[in-house]
């Protein structure tokens, strides 16, 4: 299964000069929300996702914890079951961990990795399962810390700015550019009322799946707590859409419409 095709599955319950990823990460803000989402293919329900950030153990800290996978009849055709987890290092925000774990049918990917920011003084050893050691730069991050961090870190910097976010990540055994690019604000129809949004495309790669670099859309609402709402993607078969379905955030229970 390609890298494209792994960011892509990805994307579906998230998110190649550009700004700096060295910013302090502050995880209070989220610790605590679960996010759900319905998927769409045109007007047909899909599947459904979750994005989690929950206490765990003293070991982990916090993990960050996303799935998606599909439903009723949809499941005849094509049973997929997606996870994606990170044990993430509660005053860093970097990963100490993480897992991902592909069911497409009787194809099956497992894989752990290990982050050991402490054997280099100027870089990170990556252990993983099934491809063994890397070393990486210091501050690597993985996919889903890498996409906390650009919500709480650079998300209204780049509202301002006309530069790429890019956010180093170790993703799929490689070094991987998380490249964000805004694109304006929007009013977005969800279960909670009419909100105003800031708009982002991900940069994706133009190839198998997407035409151009900017089929991926995500909408963030401009409240501070920044939930994305909506996720479209803009593929060669149509277009795929995730929509918030429900949120739960002990410190930021009400999401506001957009006023008259």
């Given at each position: 299964m390609s890298k494209c095709r792994y960011y892509l599955i990805f994307v579906l319950f998230c998110i190649t000069g550009g700004s700096s990823q060295n910013k302090a990460f502050e995880v209070p803000d989220?610790?605590?929300?679960?996010?759900?989402?319905?998927?769409?293919y045109g007007v047909f329900t899909i599947g459904?996702?979750?994005i989690s950030c929950l206490s765990d153990s003293m070991d982990c800290s916090i993990r960050i914890k996303a799935v998606a996978k599909t439903t009723g009849w949809v499941k005849l055709f094509r049973d997929l079951n997606y996870r994606f987890e990170s044990c993430m290092n509660d005053s860093t925000g970097l990963p100490k961990a993480a897992i991902r774990s592909l069911?497409?049918?009787?194809y099956e990917v497992y894989n752990e990795l290990i982050f050991d920011r402490i054997s280099n003084s100027d870089s990170t050893i990556v252990v993983s399962q099934l491809s063994g050691k890397h070393v990486v730069p210091k501050n690597i991050y993985d996919i889903l810390t890498g996409f906390f961090h650009f919500r709480?870190?650079?998300?209204?910097?780049?509202?301002?700015?006309?530069?790429d976010v890019v956010i180093k990540t170790y993703f799929t055994d490689e070094l991987w550019d998380l490249r964000i690019r805004y694109s304006g604000q929007e009013r977005v129809k969800t279960n909670y009322g009419?909100?105003?949004c800031d708009k982002f495309n991900p940069?994706?790669?133009?190839?198998?799946?997407?035409?151009?670099d900017n089929d991926m859309t995500v909408w963030f609402t401009k409240q501070h707590n920044a939930i994305p709402?909506?996720?479209?993607?803009?593929?060669r078969i149509g277009?795929?859409?995730?929509?918030?379905?429900?949120?739960?955030n002990p410190k930021y229970k009400l999401i506001q419409p957009v006023a008259d």
């Open positions: 989220y610790l605590g929300e679960i996010m759900l989402y319905k998927l769409k459904k996702a979750s069911k497409d049918g009787k709480k870190n650079f998300l209204y910097d780049s509202t301002t700015r006309s530069e009419e909100l105003l940069v994706t790669v133009v190839g198998r799946y997407f035409h151009n709402v909506k996720i479209m993607l803009n593929l277009s795929i859409t995730g929509e918030l379905d429900g949120y739960q």
